[in-house]
C-alpha cells in the first residue's frame, strides 16, 4: 500500500502515471469572498479507497464535484482516468459512478424504475437485481422514492452511482443519514466493490468510517489539504503515545497537567480531557496521585491509542464532529 | 434513443402520478369548458329567433310566412338581409330565412300546370335560402329541418305533384357569445397555454431537487432530457386537445369544419411557444414557489385579454394593444379559423408567423440563461 509523505501541496506524492485514476494539483475554487478550494494537490491510486476527511465547509464537496465535471475549476489542474476533467468531463461520464451530497431522486417514481431510468443512460450497466441486492433495497423494489427513509433515499443514491459498473466511483458522504447497521452494510459494499478493482473517492466527516475504511486519506480543511497518507501514518508520524481521556476535572489545569510524567500534550475538549502520553500506567498513577491530593476522582477513565481524530485536533485545534 | 423512451417514460409516469398536476393540466380545462359551455351555450327555451327576409314581396311568399310562423319552434323577426346577418352575428338570431325575388313567379308557374318550365324541379328563382350557424347544431339541424318540412307540404299542396320549392343551406359562422364554437378553440388555447407555461414548474423541482444535476452526472446528453420533456408536453397537448374538442363536439355540438391535421400541427406549434415560455420563466425562477408565482402573473392575464372567452370587439379600446401582442390570442385566433371557420382576428399565417417568432425569441432566451443547477 503507497504511503505518500504529508505536504501542503501534497506535491512530494510520487508521479505515479498509469496507477493513478485521479490526479489533481493545485486546485483552487472560489465563491465570493470564500475560497472554497485552496491550491490542493493529492493522487488516488487505481483500486484503493481514498478519503477525504474534514468538517462541514472544508471544501469536500466542492473539490469532489469538480472531479465528475460538475463544477469548474478556477485554478490548476484536475485528471480524471487520465482525462482532463475540466474539458473533457462527457468523455469521463460512461466510466464513473456519482453519489452526489443530497440524494437527487424522481419522487414518484419507484426505486426499480429509478435504477432502470438510469441503467438506459449507459451504454453497459449492472442487472437491477445486483444493485437491489448491493444496497438491500429489495424489499422497497416497488415503493415510490418519496416514500423512503432518508436511509434508503441514500442507499438508493448510492446504488445509482453503480450502475454503470464503474472503474471509479465517487461518494460524497454516503452514510450520512443512515442507521448503524446501514452504515456498516454499506462498508461492507465499498470494500467489496475494492476487492473486485474499483477505485473509491468517499469524503466523510466520520473519523471511523475513514479508520475502517480508507486505505489512504486526505485531511482537509478551510479549503486545504493539511495532511494525506495512510491512517496508520497519520497517526504514528504524530503520536507515538496513547491517549488516556477522562471528564475534565475543574481543579487541573493543562499546564499542570503536562507537567505529569510522560505525557507529551494534554487537550481539553467539549468537557473531556485528553492526556497523550508515553507510558499509560505512570501518567495514570501520577493523576489519580494528584487527584487524590485536591479530593477529586477523574471520572470516565480510559484509555485508547491516538486516532484520527485526534491528529485532526492536533492539526486544527477543534473536535471533527458530525 | 432507449434513454429518450425512458426518460419520457419516466416523465410520464411522474406526471400522472403527480395529482395535483393532473387536475390542472387535463381535469380544470374540462370542468372549465363544462361550466363556461353550459352557461354560455344557455339551453332552456325551445324557440329559435329566425329572422324573415322577404325579397319577394308577393302573395305567395307572405302565405310562405303565415306558413313559417305557424311553427311554434320559431319566432320569425322581419328585416332586410343585411340587418338580419348582422343581428344573427351578434348572436340575436339562430337563423335567417330568405325568400328571394321571383319566388311568387315560380311558385305561380309551378302551380300553373305541366310543360311549363319551373315544373321540372326547384331552380334557383324557387329557393329559399336558409342561413343557420353549424357550430349550434341543435339550433341549425332544427331550422333546416322544420324549413324543409315546411316547404315539402307547401310543395305537395301547391302541385300536388312534384316538388317546387327547395331550400338550399347556407353557412354562416355567428361570433356569438353563447356559441360553444367560439369557446371550444379558446378554451383550448388556453389549455395548451397553461401547459406551456406550467411545464416552468416541474422543471424548476427537477433543478431544486437536484435531479438535472443527477442527470448533468451521467452521460446522457442535454438534449435528450430536454427532447424528452418537450415530448412528454406535447403528449399532453394532443391529450388536451381529443379531450376539449371531443367534449365541444359531443355535448355542445361543435362540428368542426377544418382539417384535423392542420390543426394538430397548430396545437404542436401552440404547445412549442407556450413551452418555451415555460422554459424562460424556469431560467429566472430560482424556486418552485417562485416558478408557480410567475406563471400565475403570465397565464391570468393572458387568459382574459386574449379573447378566450369572448371576442376583442368587445375588449374596451385601451386594452387592445395588449391582447395584440400575446401570443394566446394569435394561437386561439388560428384555431378557431381552422376549426369553426370563426372571423379572423388576423389572417392565419400572421397567427402562425407570430406563434413561432414567440417560439424563436423564448427559446434564444432560455438557451441563453437556463441553469442546470
Ligand atoms: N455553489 C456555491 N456557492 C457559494 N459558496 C459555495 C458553493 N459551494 C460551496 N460553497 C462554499 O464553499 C465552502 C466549501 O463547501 P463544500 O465544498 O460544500 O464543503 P464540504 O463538502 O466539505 O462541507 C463552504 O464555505 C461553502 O459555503
Ligand atoms: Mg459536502
Not at chain 1, 496513547?242 to 481539553?268: C, H
Not at chain 2, 347556407?170 to 357569445?177: G, N
Not at chain 2, 359531443?250 to 415555460?278: E, H, P, T
Not at chain 2, 387568459?303 to 371576442?311: A, H, W
Amino acid at each position: 500500500m503507497a504511503i505518500s509523505p504529508s505536504g501542503q501541496d501534497g506535491a512530494a506524492t510520487p508521479a505515479t502515471g498509469d496507477g493513478a485514476v485521479i490526479e489533481v494539483a493545485r486546485l483552487r475554487k472560489r465563491y465570493g469572498d470564500v475560497q472554497a478550494v485552496d491550491s490542493i494537490s493529492f493522487e488516488v491510486h487505481r483500486g484503493e479507497i481514498f478519503g477525504l476527511l474534514g468538517p462541514n465547509g472544508a471544501g469536500k464537496t466542492t473539490t469532489v464535484e469538480i472531479l465528475e465535471g460538475l463544477r469548474s475549476p478556477d485554478e490548476g489542474t484536475v485528471r480524471v482516468l487520465g482525462i482532463d476533467a475540466a474539458h473533457h468531463a462527457d468523455r469521463i461520464k460512461e466510466r464513473v459512478g456519482v453519489q452526489l451530497q443530497t440524494a437527487a431522486l424522481y419522487p414518484f417514481l419507484t426505486v426499480v424504475e429509478v435504477l432502470d431510468l438510469f441503467r438506459s443512460f449507459y451504454a453497459r450497466s449492472r442487472p437491477t437485481a445486483w444493485l437491489l441486492e448491493a444496497v438491500d433495497l429489495g424489499e422497497r423494489r416497488h415503493a415510490q422514492t418519496r416514500q423512503l427513509s432518508g436511509g434508503q433515499r441514500q442507499r438508493l443514491s448510492v446504488a445509482l452511482a453503480l450502475v454503470n459498473e464503474p472503474e471509479l466511483v465517487f461518494l460524497d458522504e454516503p452514510t450520512t443519514g443512515m442507521d448503524p447497521q446501514a452504515r456498516r452494510s454499506l462498508w461492507d459494499l465499498v470494500l467489496r466493490l475494492r476487492e473486485g478493482g474499483t477505485s473509491v473517492l468517499l469524503t466523510t466527516h466520520y473519523m471511523e468510517e475513514a479508520e475502517q475504511l480508507c486505505d489512504r486519506v486526505a485531511i482537509m480543511d478551510h479549503g486545504r489539504v493539511l495532511e494525506s497518507g495512510t491512517v496508520e501514518a497519520l497517526v504514528t508520524r504524530r503520536f507515538h503515545e496513547r491517549a488516556v481521556f477522562f471528564d475534565t476535572l475543574p481543579g487541573l489545569s493543562v499546564p499542570e497537567l503536562e507537567q505529569l510524567p510522560r505525557v507529551e500534550r494534554a487537550m481539553l475538549e467539549d468537557g473531556v480531557t485528553v492526556l497523550y502520553t508515553g507510558d499509560v500506567s505512570a501518567t495514570i498513577g501520577a493523576l489519580l496521585g494528584r487527584a487524590e491530593q485536591l479530593g477529586l476522582e477523574p471520572r470516565n477513565l480510559g484509555i485508547r491509542r491516538a486516532t484520527l481524530e485526534d491528529v485532526f485536533l492536533d492539526l486544527t485545534g477543534r473536535a471533527l464532529r458530525e | 434513443m432507449h434513454a429518450l423512451v425512458m426518460l419520457t417514460r419516466a416523465n410520464i409516469r411522474s406526471f400522472v402520478r403527480d395529482r395535483t398536476a393532473l387536475f390542472w393540466t387535463l381535469a380544470f380545462p374540462v370542468i372549465f369548458i363544462l361550466l363556461f359551455g353550459a352557461i354560455f351555450s344557455g339551453g332552456g327555451d325551445t324557440t329559435y329567433n329566425v329572422g324573415w327576409v322577404d325579397q319577394d314581396g308577393t302573395a305567395a311568399s307572405a302565405g310562405l310566412r303565415q306558413a313559417f310562423g305557424q311553427v311554434p319552434l320559431l319566432h320569425l323577426e322581419d328585416g332586410t338581409l343585411q340587418a338580419s346577418r348582422q343581428a344573427m352575428q351578434k348572436g340575436a338570431l339562430n337563423g335567417i330565412i330568405v325568400v328571394p325575388a321571383g319566388l311568387g313567379a315560380s311558385v305561380a308557374a309551378a302551380s300553373g300546370g305541366p310543360g311549363s318550365p319551373g315544373a321540372a324541379g326547384p331552380s334557383s328563382a324557387a329557393t329559399l335560402e336558409v342561413y343557420t350557424d353549424p357550430s349550434q347544431q341543435t339550433a341549425s339541424t332544427t331550422i333546416r329541418q322544420v324549413a324543409s318540412q315546411v316547404v315539402a307540404s307547401l310543395n305537395v299542396t301547391l302541385t300536388g305533384r312534384s316538388p317546387a320549392l327547395g331550400v338550399t343551406d347556407r353557412t354562416l359562422q355567428t361570433q356569438d357569445l353563447t356559441s360553444a364554437a367560439y369557446l371550444v378553440p379558446g378554451i383550448l388555447g388556453m389549455a395548451l397555454m397553461q401547459l406551456g407555461v406550467f411545464g416552468a414548474v416541474p422543471l424548476v423541482a427537477q433543478r431544486e431537487k437536484l435531479i438535472l444535476k443527477r442527470l448533468g452526472a451521467t452521460p446522457l446528453p442535454r438534449w435528450t432530457l430536454v427532447g424528452s420533456n418537450v415530448l412528454l408536453r406535447l403528449l399532453i397537448g394532443l391529450v388536451q386537445a381529443v379531450l376539449i374538442v371531443g367534449i365541444g363536439v359531443a355535448v355542445f355540438g361543435v362540428q368542426v369544419l377544418g382539417s384535423l391535421w392542420v390543426m394538430a400541427a397548430l396545437v404542436v406549434l401552440g404547445a412549442l411557444s407556450f413551452i418555451s415560455i415555460g422554459y424562460v420563466v424556469a431560467a429566472f425562477a430560482r424556486t418552485e414557489e417562485a416558478a408557480n408565482g410567475i406563471v400565475q402573473v403570465i397565464q391570468f392575464p393572458m387568459m382574459f385579454l386574449s379573447g378566450v372567452f369572448f371576442p376583442l370587439e368587445i375588449m374596451p379600446s385601451v386594452l387592445r394593444p395588449i391582447a395584440t401582442l400575446l401570443p394566446l390570442t394569435y394561437l386561439g385566433d388560428a384555431l378557431r379559423q381552422v376549426m369553426v371557420s370563426g372571423s379572423a382576428f388576423a389572417p392565419l399565417p400572421v397567427d402562425v408567423a407570430v406563434l413561432a417568432g414567440w417560439f424563436l425569441v423564448c427559446l434564444t432566451v432560455s438557451a441563453r440563461f437556463f441553469r442546470w443547477e
